[in-house]
């Protein structure tokens, strides 16, 4: 269906590599995820879509147990090898949503933890480079400007920020828990932080942009909405639930997407992958049909944007993505 509406790229889930090696006969589980790999890779080889990242390796920087710290970072090494296999450089790290007593709050063990991973990614031949994203329900990095400070110590060319209009709104602007939806003076919270992040950020160090909306909910999320997950900030609920594509105001969209888009393409100078990262409750449903309507959804929405953004005359060399 990506292939078919016109999307050049997919991001691949770890968890969907893992249902590949999963169907295979017999074989250890290493092995078996390399070849699930190659498979992968050549399934879009075939409908000549490149593979563009493979995400999330989660829960990662900050660890408090230190063995298990060693630990992730022996599955990073593992990790580039996929990512060889799959032909992609980029490797997509989520801030940790991890409970705060198993994250520390002290900012240098994070950055130091970055450092080494990244030194992973530089030692790899080719080199694999790291796109940090701030989740707008992380435990100790929850704001770009967060991750962004975390970039900028690291100090690696090939250790960068992933900005995903999603999160970016979903923690400043956006707050499900509210009748409203809306964290209070909004609008000028978001006019502030884009005003950083143009004089702040360096598209070099800029990997990868992410693109979603979401549903102005008919009810806080709360204990009594039907998205409530006592295991899960509220943010999270609504993200896996509710996210729309650009410019779905008939499905109750209402993040300020074209805005900071404008600032990410138009200020900053971003070129490169522009992403649709779009997860909502209709992928839980085993309607065969559902893949192709995203799709469909996916490309129309990209259409809106290339309209909205003047894209479609641009001398800069953006691309679409679909992850369905």
């Given at each position: 269906m990506a292939r078919k509406y016109g999307f050049q790229a997919i991001e691949l889930f770890f968890e969907d590599l893992l249902e590949v090696a999963k169907s295979m006969a017999g074989g250890d589980p290493?092995?078996?995820?390399?070849?699930?790999?190659?498979?992968?890779?050549?399934?879009?080889?075939?409908?000549?879509?490149?593979?563009?990242?493979?995400?999330?390796?989660?829960?990662?920087?900050?660890?408090?147990?230190?063995?298990?710290?060693?630990?992730?970072?022996e599955d990073a090494k593992f990790w580039v090898r996929l990512a060889h296999i799959l032909g992609t450089d980029l490797i997509l790290l989520p801030s940790s949503f991890l409970p705060p007593s198993e994250v520390s709050p002290d900012m240098d063990v994070i950055v130091q933890d970055m450092v080494e991973i990244a030194d992973v990614g530089l030692g790899a031949s080719p080199v694999i480079r790291f796109s940090y994203e701030a989740l707008c329900w992380g435990t100790r990095v929850?704001?770009?400007?967060?991750?962004?400070?975390?970039?900028?110590r690291v100090d690696r060319s090939n250790f960068g920020i992933c900005l995903d209009t999603f999160n970016i709104a979903g923690r400043i602007y956006a707050d499900p828990s509210v009748s409203s939806g809306q964290t209070e003076n909004c609008d000028e919270a978001i006019e502030a932080s884009l005003r950083g992040m143009i004089t702040s950020v360096d598209p070099r160090k800029l990997?990868?942009?992410?693109?979603?909306?979401?549903?102005?909910?008919?009810?806080?999320?709360?204990?009594s909405h039907p998205f409530y997950n006592s295991e899960q900030p509220a943010r999270m609920s609504w993200s896996r639930n509710a996210r729309l594509f650009y410019g779905e105001s008939h499905l109750g969209s209402y993040l300020p997407v074209k805005r900071i888009l404008d600032v990410i393409i138009r200020d900053i100078g971003y070129q490169g992958w522009l992403s649709f990262e779009v997860f909502n409750r209709a992928l839980l449903e085993r309607d065969e049909r559902i893949p192709e309507m995203m799709a469909r959804?996916?490309?129309?929405?990209?259409?809106?944007?290339?309209?909205?953004?003047?894209?479609?005359h641009s001398s800069m060399g953006y691309k679409a993505q679909a992850l369905l």
């Open positions: 290493t092995s078996n995820q390399l070849a699930a790999a190659a498979i992968v890779r050549q399934l879009c080889d075939d409908r000549k879509l490149s593979i563009l990242c493979l995400q999330p390796f989660m829960h990662y920087e900050g660890l408090v147990d230190r063995q298990l710290h060693q630990k992730r970072l929850d704001t770009w400007e967060r991750s962004w400070e975390v970039v900028q990997f990868l942009v992410q693109m979603a909306d979401a549903e102005k909910l008919a009810q806080p999320l709360d204990s959804r996916a490309a129309q929405s990209w259409k809106l944007m290339e309209r909205d953004l003047g894209l479609e």
